[in-house]
């Protein structure tokens, strides 16, 4: 099976690009008011221009191509979950069971680990195709095939 990725929901993207973009005008503000000082005064604002463009580029880059916050393969699943103290991550062989609601995806390994993945950081668009993927890499992983009628 193709690997599968499934990025962060735009609205969650936007609260972060509403982060740059207050950085880039508050270094633009400090770096306005600094020219005036002679011998200082221009570092720091050509430090707050250079900031200013970061930030930017940061929000455009997080606009038009969100991080990935899952990503499903033949051999296991990876996410990056700030929520949680650990890596979610796994192998498909190690999962027991799997447990899904309107808010997280919830995953017991052999072990009784469990790990959470909240479902509202990806698009809600993705949800569906996401819980038919895990089902199906499961199904792959532990030998288990569809009905075949003849």
Not at 5 to 17: C, E, F, N, T
Not at 24 to 29: D, T
Not at 30 to 42: C, E, L, R
């Amino acid at each position: 099976m193709p690997r599968s990725l499934y990025r962060l929901d735009r609205a969650h993207a936007m609260l972060s690009i509403g982060a740059y973009v207050l950085v880039a005008g508050v270094a633009v503000l400090v770096a306005f008011w600094t020219v005036q000082f002679d011998p200082w005064g221009a570092i720091v604002a050509t430090t707050g221009g250079i900031v200013a463009s970061l930030a930017f580029v940061l929000a455009a880059r997080l606009a038009l191509r969100p991080p990935v916050v899952l990503m499903l393969d033949g051999a296991g699943y990876r996410g990056r979950v700030r929520a949680q103290r650990h890596a979610f991550e796994g192998r498909w062989k190690d999962v027991r069971d799997v447990k899904a609601s309107s808010r997280d995806l919830r995953f017991t390994t052999v072990t009784n680990d469990e790990q959470v993945f909240p479902l509202e950081t990806i698009d809600p668009r993705d949800r569906a195709r996401l819980l038919r993927d895990v089902y199906d890499r499961l199904n792959t992983a532990h030998g288990y095939t569809r009905f075949t009628f003849d």
